[in-house]
C-alpha cells in the first residue's frame, strides 16, 4: 500500500468513525412553518439529511409563532436533546431560551435566518447574505431598466424577520445610485402566495389598474406567483408590462420565467441541514467550533439560464 492510499484510508476511516459517533443522536428542529415552497423543501432536505445520518429528528412546526417556537426549544431542553436547529421567525426576542440551551450545555444551529442575540448564545449559524441577496435582485433590475424611469412596487416578507428587513436593505442599497428607479409601494406579504396575490391585488388598484408600475420586487418566489396571478387577472403581461424579480429560485418561478412571465430569482439553497449537521459532528467529535456564519451560495438566474431545464431539475426536490 503507497502512502498515499495509507493517507486516503485514515481520511476515510476519520470521517466514517465521525459519522458513526453521530449516529443516534437527537436533534430537535424548530421549523416556522410552511409558508413557502422554499421551506417546504427545507423541511424535507433536513428530514432526509437526518435519516441518512442516522439521527432521531423531533420536528416541530411552529405555524409562524414564535412563541411555539419557544415553547419548542423548552421542550426540547426539557427532553435533553443533542443539539437543536432553529430557523426563527423574527429576528428579536429569543436571549432568555438561547440562554437555557446555552445552560443545558446543548448547541443550538440557526438556520437560514438571524437574530439579534449575542452569538456566543449559539453555535453557528447557517445561511445565505441576505442583504447581498437583495443587492442582486436591486442590481438585475437597474441594469434591466437602464435610463428608463421606473416605478417599482415591493412585496416584503414576514415583518420582523432578518430576510424581510435585509433583503429590502440590499435592493435599496443596489437602486440607490439610480434617481430613475423608485420603490412606490411596499407591504408585507408575510412570505405567502395568497397574501402575495392579495397586496398585489392593492398596488395595481391604486397604481392606475397597474399603467403605473413598472416593476415588482418580492422578497420571495412565492408571493411573485401569487403577485404575477394578480397581474395577470389585471389584464396585464407579467414579465412584460411588468417586471417581476424576486428571491428563492423554487421551481414554480422557473416555470413562471419559461412562459415569459417573471424575469429573474436570486437562489437560496434549501440545503441548509447539511452544513449545520457537519459542523455539529465535527464540534461532537472534538470540539470543534465551527465559524459563526456558515454562508450558502447566491446564484442569480435569468429567463436566459434555461428555466424549464432548472423547472425540470427541481421538481422532485420537496419543494
Ligand atoms: O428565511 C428564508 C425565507 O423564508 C425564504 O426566502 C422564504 O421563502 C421563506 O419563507
Redesign the pocket.
Known sequence: MTIKTLMTTAAALAISATAAMAEGETIGFSQ?GS?????AAETTLTRNQAEERGYQLQFSDAQQKQENQIAAIRSFIAQGVDAILL?PVVATGWDSVLEEAKEAEIPVVLL??QVDSSDDLYLTAV?SNLVHEGEVAGQWLADAVGDKECRIVELQ??TG???AIDRKTGFENAISGHDNLSIVRSQTGD?TRAQGKEVMESFLQAENGGQDICALYA????MAVGAIQAIKEAGLAPGKDILVVS??AVPDIFKAMADGEANATVE?TPNMAGPAFDALEAYWVDGTMPEKFIQTESKLYTQSDDPAGEYEARKGLGY
Open positions: 416556522i409558508e413557502s415552497g422554499w421551506r430557523a437560514d435566518r445561511g416578507g414576514t424577520s432578518s430576510p412570505f422578497h420571495n418566489d412565492d428571491i428563492d437560496l
